[in-house]
């Protein structure tokens, strides 16, 4: 069974950084695609970055471009969100996902739908 687990959520002041961390017992698919999407109380879940098993192509929502920067460490089975210069609509909970590599499209799908394996989600809370 693929297990996600995320981690470094907390809680920061506008302006402030965190990097989100996710460990994948392994993956489900060969090739596959990794996201970070976010869920904030009484809003439909986003995707905010995307990224293939290569990561030549990631992928950033308008809110977080310039800001937020996916990597991974395939050694590792780590995903990672680097989050600098975080806003007060930031605060959400973030979640990492995989989902299987469509390449109909040059980028990882955003869509949640296109994921089919999920953590349970880490708390980022960004305060004025």
């Known amino acids: 069974q693929v297990q996600l687990v995320e981690s470094g959520g907390g809680s920061v002041t506008a302006g402030g950084s965190l990097r989100l961390s996710c460990a994948a017992s392994r993956h489900k698919y060969t090739d596959y695609c990794m996201g970070w999407f976010r869920q904030a109380p009484g809003k439909e879940r986003e995707g905010v970055a995307t990224?293939?098993?290569?990561?030549?192509?990631?992928f950033y929502s308008d809110s977080v471009y310039g800001r937020f920067t996916i990597s991974q460490d395939n050694a590792k089975n780590t995903l990672y969100l680097e989050m600098n210069s975080l806003k007060p609509e930031d605060t959400a909970m973030y979640y990492c996902?995989?989902?299987?590599?469509?390449?109909?499209?040059?980028?990882?799908?955003?869509?949640?739908?296109?994921?089919?394996?999920w953590g349970q989600g880490t708390q980022v809370t960004v305060s004025s």
């Open positions: 996902a995989e989902g299987l590599r469509l390449y109909s499209s040059t980028y990882c799908s955003r869509l949640p739908q296109n994921y089919n394996v």
């Open positions: 990224i293939d098993r290569g990561g030549d192509r990631p």
